[in-house]
């Protein structure tokens, strides 16, 4: 069936510095690929996503990169802040089945002072 | 205007027992989905519905998850002799139209614990 595979499980980096966290995508008719962030005890809350007929997206810090080809999408985050702690999930969508969003297991972001 | 809210956002009961859980849409969001996500794991899939109907129920485990949504607004979540393992925070989402790129907006969770 359709799985996301997400990695790292955890990823611990020094503020300022980039985090870069990846997924792979199993169902090749996948068309809409979100990420989430969800903070300790809050909801998901979508902070950026990319659709199949793009290969890259920025939004100020964040960048999210597609190969449709390779079924990789990535998430890429420069000048990381404090606040960017929390844990944060790819997700693929596909267009055979629109319901469902298929999330990845998540990574744990944590930033060091 | 307001977000997904779903009460209660804690619930604690008993193996055996029979619980509901409420969420309220975006109003005007025509779609609407529940999750469940375990310690440590993101959401899982269970079940969407486009307007009143379940369009997609393919993610409930079993025959004791059943959910509704009568007017095509609010939706109640229904889990019949629950189990341990069914402890878990059940997360609803709504969207515009449902439509595959459409943004699914999260409500914050009912914390699920059975006993």
């Known amino acids: 069936g359709e799985n996301v595979e997400q990695h790292p499980s955890t990823l611990s980096v020094q503020e300022g510095d980039s985090a870069v966290i990846k997924c792979t995508y199993s169902?090749?008719?996948?068309?809409?690929f979100p990420w989430y962030k969800q903070e300790l005890g809050k909801r998901p809350q979508l902070i950026i996503d990319?659709?199949?007929?793009?290969g890259e997206k920025k939004d100020q810090r964040i960048a999210v990169t597609l190969n449709k080809t390779a079924k990789h999408f990535s998430l890429h985050i420069t000048e990381t802040q404090p606040e960017d702690s929390a844990v944060y999930f790819c997700?693929?969508?596909?267009?055979?089945?629109?319901?469902?969003?298929?999330f990845g297991s998540g990574t744990r972001l944590s930033i060091r002072p | 205007g307001a977000g997904v809210s779903q009460t209660p956002s804690n619930k604690v009961t008993e193996k055996g027992k029979y619980v509901e859980l409420r969420c309220d849409p975006i109003?005007?969001?025509?779609?609407l989905y529940w999750y469940r996500q375990s310690l440590g794991q993101g959401p899982e899939f269970l079940i969407y519905?486009?307007?009143?109907?379940?369009?997609?129920d393919s993610g409930l485990p079993n025959d004791r998850f059943f959910a509704v949504r009568p007017e095509g607004s609010v939706s109640t979540l229904k889990i019949q002799r629950t189990e341990r393992g069914d402890s878990a925070v059940y997360l609803c989402?709504?969207?515009?139209?449902?439509?595959?790129?459409?943004?699914?907006?999260f409500g914050p969770g009912t914390r699920l614990t059975v006993l």
């Open positions: 989402a709504s969207s515009l139209r449902g439509q595959s790129t459409d943004t699914q907006y």
């Open positions: 990319i659709r199949s007929n793009v």
């Open positions: 997700a693929a969508r596909s267009y055979s089945s629109a319901s469902k969003i298929i």
């Open positions: 169902d090749s008719a996948s068309n809409y």
């Open positions: 519905f486009q307007g009143t109907g379940a369009a997609d």
């Open positions: 109003s005007g969001h025509t779609a």
